[in-house]
C-alpha cells in the first residue's frame, strides 16, 4: 500500500546535476576525507527522485534533499524531534552531515539518514501491520519534548489532500470523474485542530524501514519527516482506513492493524472507531482519488483498477452527502 520501490537505480553521469551534487554528499558522510569506496555498485544510487523529495543510497546511509519551498523553521524542528531520545523507539534517528558538505542544495535543505532495509512489496502477505501500529501509537502518546523538538507545525495531512484537490482541478479540470471527486470532497468538513498529540502526517508502509545493523529481526522504524507535527491522530490512520472502506485492505488486516492499535493505548480512536475516523478516511480516499486523475491525464493513460476503485468509493461518499 502505497510503498515507495526502494531499488537503486544507477547514478547520472553528469558531474553538473543536482542529482550527482546529493551523490557526492552521500559518499562523503560514508566515508572519510580521501578514503576510498568499496561499496558493490548495487548499494550506491538514486533510491527516489521526485519532486517531494530526492533520496540518494551510499553503502549504509541515504541522505535526502527535500522538496523545495521547505520551511526552515519547521524542518528544523522536525528533525529536532526525530533525533529527540523520547521518540527514539519510534524514528530512524539522522546521521550528521558532513563537515565539508553543503546544508542545502539548490534551496531545498538537505539531511543524511541510516539506510534501513523497507518493506517488501512484493511479500504483502508479511507487511508488518501490528508493528506499524504499535510505533503510531508509541508515536501518539508521547507527549511534545521540550525545546525545538516541540516547537512543531501542525501535521500536514490535511493540507496535502486539500493541495492533491487543487492539482487535480488544475490538471483534469476536464476529466468526467472530476466531479465526482469534488463532490466527496465537499463532504469532508474543514474541522478546527482540537488536538495536539505528535504525528506522522503521511503513514503508509512505504515509511517503514528496518533499524540497520540489527540482523534480520530488527525492529521496525518510521522515516520521512517532512509533514510531521502536531494534530489529530486520526490522520494517521486514515489511509489504511480508507483502503479497508474501499475494499482494498482485506478485513483481518484492518482488523489486526486497528487492534494493535488499541491496544498499545493508541488514543486516535474510541469505543466506535469510525466516530474519529470516518472524516480523515473520506479526506484520504479523496486524496487519493485526485492524484490518480491528476497523474493519469499527465501521463495520458487511463486510470488502472486501484484508481478506479478509489473514483467509485468516491461516488459512494458523494452519495451520503444530505443538504
Known sequence: MDSAPRTPTPPLSSPEG????????????????????????????????????T???????????????????????????????DVGGVFLPPLPLPRSGPQELDGRPVTVWPYGPPVDPEDPDAAPWEDAARLLALLHRTPPPP?????????????KAALAVDRMRRAAPDHPATATVLEAWRTVPEAPVAYRFLCHGDFHLGQ?????????HAPWRLIDIDDLGLGDPAWDLARPAAWFAAGLLPPGIWSRFLGAYQEAGGPAVGADPWERLDVPARAL???TAALALAKSTAERRPLDEVEDVMIDTCARIAGRRTG
Open 55 to 85: 533520496v540518494v543510497r551510499h553503502g549504509g546511509l541515504v541522505a535526502k534533499a527535500h522538496a523545495p519551498g521547505t520551511d526552515p523553521e519547521a524542518h528544523r524542528a522536525r528533525l529536532a524531534l526525530a533525533a529527540h531520545q
Open 285 to 287: 480516499t479523496v486524496q
Open 18 to 53: 543536482p542529482l550527482d551534487r546529493l551523490a557526492a554528499l552521500a559518499r562523503a558522510a560514508a566515508h572519510e576525507a580521501e578514503a576510498p569506496c568499496r561499496c558493490a555498485s548495487g548499494l550506491v544510487g538514486v533510491l527516489a527522485d521526485r519532486a517531494d523529495g
Open 208 to 216: 517503514l524501514v528496518r533499524a540497520p545493523r540489527e540482523g534480520t
Open 147 to 159: 525545546g525545538r523538538a516541540g516547537r512543531l507545525p501542525e501535521m500536514r495531512a490535511p493540507v
